[in-house]
């Protein structure tokens, strides 16, 4: 076989591998959990820190909070994300949860049948200068 041949080959073979995508997996009904309950069903497979220049892209400006809801399929997949609330109206948008990094989580020692779960997930942002301060 020639060099030309062997490297076609392996194109292709490289190629047709890039395309191939993991269909969501769903043993069971998905179920409703509370984030906190989120470990007796999956616990997040942990990656390293990932430090920003500033302020990330899939954090909108200003100050507010918003709540988004995950599905994770019987792989330990996120499937699908979606915003559930923002305040104030507007601030967090379907845009910002797409960008928002992905995790991967696997089954939880409880969670043997790998029971497909959609949880919603909480946060508020705040300026620096605010950080550690109450308000009366």
């Known amino acids: 076989m020639s060099k030309y ?8 073979v490289a190629l047709v591998g890039c395309q191939a995508t993991a269909e969501p997996q769903f043993n069971a009904e998905t179920i409703n959990v509370e984030f906190e309950s989120l470990d007796d069903y999956w616990v997040e497979i942990p990656e390293p820190i990932k430090y920003h220049k500033g302020r990330p892209k899939f954090i909108p400006d200003g100050r507010g909070s918003g709540v988004y809801a995950i599905t ?6 996120v499937v699908k994300k979606e915003l559930v609330s923002s305040i104030p109206e507007g601030w967090l948008t379907q845009k910002h949860v797409d960008h928002m990094p992905t995790k991967q989580y696997q089954a939880s020692k409880n969670n043997v049948e790998r029971q497909p779960v959609r949880v919603e997930i909480s946060f508020s942002v705040m300026p620096r200068s605010e950080i550690g301060t109450t308000s009366d």
């Open 5 to 12: 041949s062997m490297l076609a080959m392996f194109l292709f």
């Open 72 to 77: 994770i399929d019987s792989n330990g997949l």
